[in-house]
């Protein structure tokens, strides 16, 4: 799945640099839509993304391309890598992570996906 965000005054810090907690926000929001899409009988959480490295900064006016992969699904749970590039940048992303989502039902409880 393929998302784009436009870096706007709000997401900044006081150095004029895109928020790492934000950027985390995006990237965690779109595993959750993949898996929506996905599965979309399914009620999914996040329990974990395995890495949190950012490779470069992001200004205001930035528009980064957010790119969604399913790359494992457990009886439980799916995973997702997803890849964040800047639009003006070379074709390496600025961050990549996988985020894991469990499937829940309306108590909390794991339930299986199938």
């Known amino acids: 799945m393929t998302n ?17 907690g934000q950027l985390l926000r ?8 993949a898996a929506s899409l996905d599965f979309p009988h399914c009620r999914f ?5 395995d890495r949190v490295e950012f ?12 790119e969604a992969q399913r790359v494992k699904i457990g009886t439980t749970s799916v995973t997702y890598t997803v890849e964040v590039f800047q639009q003006h940048g070379d ?3 600025m961050f ?3 985020v894991t ?13 199938a």
């Open 96 to 98: 990549t992570t996988h």
């Open 26 to 33: 995006w990237v965690d929001e779109d595993a959750w839509l």
């Open 101 to 113: 989502l469990v499937r829940v039902d309306e108590h909390g409880r794991k339930i299986a996906i």
């Open 91 to 93: 074709e390496t992303p």
């Open 55 to 66: 490779r470069r900064s992001s200004k205001q006016g930035d528009i980064l391309r957010f």
């Open 4 to 20: 784009y965000r436009l870096v706007m005054p709000g997401d900044l810090n006081n150095y004029g640099a895109l928020f790492g």
């Open 45 to 49: 959480v996040t329990i974990g993304m």
